[in-house]
């Protein structure tokens, strides 16, 4: 089963920031937090990942709790492109398997 | 990041066929995995391929069912096999890359019918 959880939705008005909640409370101290995303029908897409401190890329910023417990996924300016569903995943990186959960279905509204 | 090339992107069968799924990827790996995704449902792994050995299967999931092979470094494929329509799904390999976590195929669209 997944190890993580995420509100099964969410809505965002175009142009303003996407905060993306996940819970990971029995996360260990060797294991990273992924965020992919699946755009309808393709294979998912890496957005971001971190261990314990802030991340920023092209893409997202990531925003880990300092117990690691939670973090948040931020797309600062989202587009109807960005309409997905996000899934946030523990992983030690390298050669073990992902575990998908449910993830958060992210509607970007006009 | 590693480009992977998954072949085919749609198909539909007949019950009882078998279809073979190739995973191909411009870059040597460890490990590829595979997925399944049910109609509105999350990703789910079948299993890992290690190159040289056999592969690991995830709870409910079985070779003869799913038979995968991974002859080198750069290539796998998964076989669905004695299909029914329980079977249609999105099929996706996945490997891991330095830097980008893993990376995903644009996957199988199989339907039975």
């Known amino acids: 089963d997944a190890k993580t959880t995420q509100p099964p939705s969410m809505d965002c008005a175009e142009g303003r920031a996407a905060n993306l909640p996940c819970n990971h409370s029995t996360i260990s101290g060797n294991e990273y937090v992924y965020w992919y995303r699946q755009i309808h029908s393709q294979g998912p897409q890496y957005i971001i990942h971190?261990?314990?401190n802030n991340e920023t890329n092209e893409m997202a910023s990531l925003i880990i709790t300092e117990d690691r417990k939670s973090s948040t996924l931020i797309l600062p300016h989202a587009t109807l492109r960005d309409t997905a569903v996000y899934y946030c995943?523990?992983?030690?990186?390298?050669?073990?398997?992902?575990?998908f959960g449910t993830g958060t279905r992210l509607t970007i509204i006009p | 990041s590693a480009v992977i090339s998954q072949k085919p992107s749609r198909d539909i069968c007949q019950r009882g066929t078998s279809l073979t799924i190739q995973c191909q990827v411009d870059?040597?790996?460890?490990?590829m995995f595979w997925y399944r995704q049910q109609p509105g449902q999350s990703l789910t792994l079948i299993a890992t391929a290690n190159q040289g050995s056999e592969a690991t299967y995830e709870s409910g999931f079985v070779i003869d069912k799913f038979p995968i092979s991974r002859p080198n470094l750069t290539f796998s494929t998964l076989t669905v096999s004695n299909m029914s329509p329980e079977d249609s799904s999105i099929y996706l390999c996945s490997v891991s890359t330095v830097g980008y976590g893993y990376t995903f195929g644009s996957g199988t669209r199989l339907t039975v019918v």
């Open positions: 971190g261990l314990k």
């Open positions: 995943i523990e992983s030690n990186f390298g050669n073990e398997k992902l575990t």
């Open positions: 870059s040597q790996v460890t490990m």
